[in-house]
């Protein structure tokens, strides 16, 4: 079956750590998004990538880093410079011309005590 | 820039129909996506609308006027499982998706 894997679900960092969240798809898509989402909130962009070895900041990239270099993978890595970083992290792959149709993974819920 | 707002809450009763609506803003536009998620899990597209119109899917419907900045979505026949926040979607130029704050539906027996 295709689709969107997180690893893991739950994870707890201690202050000051930096941590890196998975992602992976086998929906052979070639766009992939980071997003971050707190309790009742919508959902923020963090980072995207169309391609492989390529990537643009979101609404709220700083604190975080990513990168590409398998179409497969997309990782993101939250890092101590993140004043908040306790929340809901979700990705997200599209087709290049369906990026309006966003499939998700099923979260990383971080938890930075 | 961009930002979209929806109702924080709707409440409706089981078998009835319930309209949320999204009014937007932005420069640049490509369309109105709507998702549905349920409570800790990951959000599930619905639908999209590119042009102005109504787009069914089943029991979903999704609706957009660009002369308004202004679409919804509709839910025909409710269901408990229907019970799930929905968020609206606007896509900007080069994948940038920017994410309405979602509207909370509690369906009620």
């Known amino acids: 079956d295709g689709g969107i894997t997180q690893s893991p679900k739950y994870l707890f960092r201690k202050e000051g750590q930096n941590v890196t969240l998975s992602c992976e798809q086998n929906l052979n898509h070639d766009a992939m998004y980071w997003y971050r989402q707190d309790p009742g909130q919508g959902l923020r962009l963090i980072y995207y990538s169309q391609i492989v070895n390529d990537f643009q900041k979101g609404d709220i990239a700083e604190g975080y880093s990513v990168s590409r270099e398998k179409k497969e993978s997309f990782p993101l890595t939250v890092t101590s410079a993140q004043k908040n970083p306790t929340a809901f992290y979700l990705c997200?792959?599209?087709?290049?011309?369906?990026?309006?149709?966003?499939?998700f993974g099923p979260g990383t819920r971080l938890t930075v005590l | 820039g961009q930002s979209l707002e929806q109702p924080s809450e709707v409440t409706a009763v089981e078998g009835a129909i319930v309209q949320i609506n999204c009014t937007y803003q932005?420069?640049?536009?490509?369309?109105l996506s709507w998702y549905q998620q349920h409570d800790g899990g990951a959000p599930t597209f619905l639908s999209y609308?590119?042009?102005?119109g109504l787009e069914e899917t089943g029991r979903f419907s999704s609706f957009l006027s660009r002369s308004d900045s202004y679409g919804y979505l509709l839910l025909q026949e409710l269901q408990m499982k229907d019970s799930a926040s929905y968020f609206c979607?606007?896509?900007?130029?080069?994948?940038?998706?920017?994410f309405g704050a979602g509207t909370r539906l509690f369906v009620k027996a």
């Open positions: 979607a606007l896509g900007g130029g080069g994948f940038k998706t920017i």
């Open positions: 932005t420069s640049g536009f490509y369309g």
């Open positions: 997200a792959s599209s087709g290049l011309s369906s990026y309006n149709e966003q499939f």
């Open positions: 609308n590119a042009l102005d």
